[in-house]
């Protein structure tokens, strides 16, 4: 019997370190004032960015209340409904942009390429004027506007 118990031991102990190391770890978690304005969602207020090695995770509070949950890893998902990326962008930006145009623009990165990327003493800004967009990145806030579809994100870091 007490080898018995002993093996059970061994096993249990096993049972649970190996249920805490596919635990993810955010290895950046930041708060931000966060307004996005478009045709399907109009949000402005608290938030907090997850970065993990593999997912992104933007979650937006009001009054203590998650109103928005989006997810970014192979697929973007807002409060457990899931897009192919391209997919979304057609829902959420009114284009087909490539698959990683709304993680670019949440990791505050050049999108398309870099493509008429000015920088400045505060980050950079892009005027893409074939798709009416004004995109700037400064002292890490986000200001992105698509004149033509009536789309704004607005990130301001809190500090």
Known sequence: MNKFLKITYIFLILFIFSGCANLQI?????TFAITILSPIIKINDVGFLHKS???LNLQIYSSAVNLANI???EQICISAVCYEKKDF???FFLNEHYDEFFRE????QPIYNGQ??????CGFSQNLSKYSIQYEVCNNNISFNDAKNRIKIIIKELE
Do not use: A, D, M
Not at 105 to 108: F, P, Q, S, V, W
Not at 116 to 121: D, G, Q, S, W
């Open 116 to 121: 008429n990327l000015v920088t400045n003493e």
């Open 26 to 30: 955010s290895k950046v978690s930041n």
């Open 105 to 108: 623009i949440l990791e505050r």
């Open 89 to 91: 962008n057609k829902i």
């Open 53 to 55: 090695s593999n997912s």
């Open 71 to 73: 997810k970014i890893s």
